[in-house]
């Protein structure tokens, strides 16, 4: 079984984001761990794929004060680094601050990344602090992490799980993402037996996920499991100037361009087509 690796005795965030409304239900916090076992060369948040503290440059800011070349933090922070330690308590201190927007529109705390799931131990501590204090738990994952372990300290105190699928052909997704997608499916089928809401969601990226012989996959997939709902994601192009802040050069088949709706809703259609089929 694969571990995930930490940086130390708490793992690195990257972001914590007040006032979402995309990452579940109402109101959210949503809490972005630094490190993934997948390496999507799509990432909308390539910061996170790496477990160690990293470097981005924004050369706007620069003001060539030259600390940088002498090992000083960046003046106009120009420099930035990404990845933060906090304790479980201090985090759980953190999102309560935001409990009145949870009880009132019937939002919580969402756990994300990176991989949220390759850190069981940490985020175990932290839910069973906000559920003291009765507050909705959702998480998003890739798939690849610990079934037994999940079962045994995360599943009993979460309230919603967002599922990504990706791609579907084990070899490509091998080559692309560096992992077999069997624990991941598996881990779904496991996840379909037990009462909580899972909810699929699929990244529409040109090339790597949005063509036929991929999305009829995903389609077969879930009708064979009787999977009846799922979200839809889309591409956002501005991962890649996230890569070249980060040093990193974007996958040559990565769109610069964003997809228009009309495209968009085409893929959704004949994802529908299959799923009734």
Same mark, same amino acid.
């Given at each position: 079984?694969?571990?995930?690796?930490?940086t130390g005795?708490?793992?690195?965030i990257f972001?914590?984001?007040?006032?979402s409304?995309?990452?579940?239900p109402?109101?959210r916090t949503?809490?972005?761990?630094?490190?993934?076992?997948?390496?999507?060369p799509w990432?909308?948040n390539?910061?996170s794929?790496?477990?160690e503290m990293?470097t981005m440059?924004?050369?706007?800011?620069c003001?060539?004060?030259?600390?940088c070349t002498k090992?000083?933090?960046c003046?106009?922070?120009?420099?930035?680094?990404i990845?933060?330690t906090?304790s479980?308590?201090r985090l759980?201190s953190?999102v309560?601050?935001?409990?009145?927007?949870?009880?009132t529109s019937?939002g919580?705390?969402?756990f994300?990344?990176?991989?949220?799931?390759?850190?069981?131990?940490?985020i175990?501590r932290?839910?069973?602090?906000?559920?003291k204090?009765?507050?909705?738990i959702?998480?998003?994952?890739?798939g690849?992490?610990d079934?037994?372990?999940?079962?045994?300290?995360i599943?009993p105190?979460?309230?919603?799980?967002?599922?990504?699928f990706?791609i579907m052909d084990n070899?490509i997704?091998?080559?692309?993402?560096?992992k077999?997608n069997?624990l991941?499916?598996?881990?779904?089928?496991q996840?379909?037996e037990?009462d909580?809401s899972?909810l699929?969601?699929?990244?529409?990226?040109?090339?790597? *996920?949005a063509?036929?012989e %991929?999305? &009829?996959? !995903?389609?077969?997939?879930?009708? @064979?499991y009787?999977?009846?709902?799922?979200e839809f994601?889309y591409?956002?192009?501005g991962?890649?100037?996230?890569?070249i802040r980060?040093?990193?050069?974007p996958?040559?088949?990565l769109?610069?361009?964003? *997809?228009s709706m009309?495209? %968009?809703? &085409?893929w !959704?259609?004949?994802f529908?087509q @299959?799923?009734?089929a």
């Open positions: 079984m694969h571990k995930c690796i930490t005795p708490e793992p690195l972001d914590i984001a007040r006032g409304f995309v990452d579940g109402g109101v949503t809490v972005f761990f630094k490190g993934c076992p997948l390496s999507c990432c909308h390539p910061e794929q790496n477990y990293e440059f924004f050369p706007e800011d003001i060539h004060c030259g600390n090992g000083k933090k003046f106009a922070l120009a420099r930035r680094n990845g933060k906090y479980p308590e759980a953190l309560l601050q935001d409990k009145h927007y949870y009880e019937g919580g705390v969402t994300s990344g990176g991989e949220s799931l390759g850190f069981i131990d940490y175990s932290v839910i069973l602090l906000l559920k204090e009765q507050i909705h959702a998480v998003q994952t890739c690849y992490f079934f037994n372990e999940f079962v045994l300290k599943l105190n979460i309230d919603l799980i967002y599922f990504d990706k070899e997704h091998k080559r692309l993402l560096g077999s069997h991941i499916l598996e881990n779904f089928r996840l379909l037990h909580i899972v699929p969601r699929i990244p529409l990226i040109p090339h790597f *996920v063509n036929k %991929n999305l &009829a996959a !995903i389609a077969d997939f879930f009708l @064979k009787r999977v009846k709902h799922c994601l591409y956002n192009p991962s890649r100037e996230k890569m980060l040093n990193r050069k996958h040559e088949n769109s610069d361009k964003p *997809v009309a495209e %968009n809703r &085409a !959704i259609d004949y529908k @299959k799923i009734n």
